[in-house]
């Protein structure tokens, strides 16, 4: 359940609160409503991601490093890249990436092509944003552009 500040002081006011069920349940004495405030303005700070190329030395900073293309870089091995995970179902289809072609010229139809593909992908999206929540997160990805990507759209999207 999502408190916002102005519904939290509400229920300051009463010190009740509705659970899911629609029972009012009454907040213990010690309940420290400055301090659940603190907490959900937290919990909503934005998250950071990085990018990084493939063909880039892997670094303690990067931490958790996530493969986000649909073909493996070409001529890395597994142990050089130090993936941790391979999460190509979030890659722009084989369809918008040939289309594509990585001509800059086509970045914004392209960026506005992904982000609809990413709609139907909400799910890895917000497993991205989990990952970012425990620690660092880089986003890997092989294109020679270090501009016109798809882990640019990606990193633009989960840091917003």
């Known amino acids: 359940m999502s408190l916002t500040k102005a519904s ?55 931490g958790y490093r996530v493969l986000v293309d649909r073909l493996w870089p070409r001529g890395l091995s597994k142990d050089k890249a130090q993936i941790d995970l391979w999460m190509k179902e979030i890659a722009p289809s084989s369809e918008l990436r040939h289309w594509f072609g990585h001509d800059p010229a086509k970045w914004h139809e392209f960026q506005k092509r992904y982000q609809a593909e990413l709609k139907q992908h909400t799910e890895l999206l917000s497993h991205l944003r989990q990952l970012a929540r425990r620690g660092p997160l880089t986003l890997v990805y092989g294109a020679k552009d270090k501009e016109h990507n798809d882990a640019v759209v990606l990193r633009e999207i989960l840091n917003t």
């Open 8 to 62: 939290i002081r509400a229920e300051e006011r009463r010190r009740l609160h509705s659970d899911n069920t629609g029972r009012l349940i009454e907040y213990p004495a010690q309940f420290d409503l400055n301090q659940e405030i603190a907490e959900c303005e937290q919990e909503a700070v934005a998250i950071k991601v990085e990018i990084k190329r493939a063909y880039d030395l892997p670094s303690a900073e990067d």
